[in-house]
């Protein structure tokens, strides 16, 4: 097994995989990543480092990451519910949120959240699968992000089909109190996290979270959390920087990841996670 990433401090030892969030990490404000990020990060690589990436996104969402990085790593998507090869264009598992549970999940809403909208990510065997619609919708549904590329459906059909994760939108609300709120009535149906500030929550599998996407490809290569160095700014991130023996938290992170990591580098803005990498690669 790799041995436990040291600090700076005592010693030079180089972390044996890399697990990065996406946005507000290794992006910057314009959603690139910065030439002295991506050398650093490709320099790791380069030493035989592994690096993956561990993100809330769906697979459809993993290309123009791929495409600025300049190869395809590994990617833990849908806050750990899905392992996707963007190499081969592959999902190779997924876990699902079952119909029983998408019901029980809509009344607890409904009851505990009034008047907030619900949508799903489902998953097919590629990224893009003409065949699936990936992004459902309920009616009225209030988009928390630019662009989104959803089918608007019934609430009966919404609920109608497995899904990786639900999200619960509640527009002027604050993700915190929802995810809160939420929380106390959650009675094991899943776990419960947040990407954004904006009035959005996001329900996964129960037992499913970043850190245990990085172990599903960390370990048939021998590696232990120990041996893991992540970087993330928001509370879908806390799980993974608290199991990794190297956790850092972005200068603008949220204070539940900075709690959670043993260290905090600059902000996304200013090439944080690069200038943690190149203790080792520069």
């Not at 380069?46 to 990085?69: E, S």
């Not at 959390?225 to 993330?232: K, L, N, Q, S």
Request: with cysteine.
């Amino acid at each position: 097994m790799t041995d436990p990433i040291p600090t700076p401090a005592s010693s030079s030892r180089r972390p044996a995989l890399i697990a990065t969030d996406v946005d507000g990490t290794l992006l910057d404000e314009a959603e690139k990543v910065t030439p002295r990020t991506r050398a650093a990060v490709r320099a790791a690589v380069a030493d035989g480092t592994q690096f993956i990436l561990a993100t809330g996104r769906p697979p459809r969402w993993i290309r123009p990451v791929v495409d600025a990085l300049g190869f395809a790593p590994m990617a833990v998507c849908a806050n750990g519910a899905v392992i996707y090869d963007p190499a081969q264009d592959r999902v190779v598992s997924a876990r699902m949120l079952s119909v029983e549970t998408l019901a029980a999940l809509a009344e607890l809403t409904a009851r505990v959240l009034p008047g907030a909208g619900l949508a799903v990510e489902r998953i097919g065997e590629r990224a893009h699968d003409a065949a699936t619609p990936q992004f459902v919708s309920s009616p009225g549904y209030e988009h928390a992000w630019l662009n989104p590329d959803n089918t608007e459906v019934s609430i009966e059909d919404l609920l109608s089909t497995p899904a990786i994760k639900l999200l619960i939108r509640q527009s002027g609300a604050a993700s915190g109190d929802m995810a809160a709120e939420l929380a106390k009535h959650l009675n094991g149906e899943g776990d419960i996290t947040y990407s954004t500030n904006n009035g959005l929550v996001e329900i996964v599998p129960r037992g499913i979270s970043k850190a245990t996407g990085v172990r599903q490809l960390a370990e048939p290569l021998g590696i232990t959390d120990a041996g893991v160095i992540a970087f993330g700014d928001m509370p879908n991130d806390v799980p993974m920087l608290t199991h990794a023996g190297l956790g850092v938290a972005m200068g603008n992170a949220h204070p539940e990841a900075v709690a959670a990591a043993n260290e905090v580098t600059a902000p996304n803005t200013d090439d944080g996670v690069a200038r943690v990498l190149e203790r080792w690669w520069s």
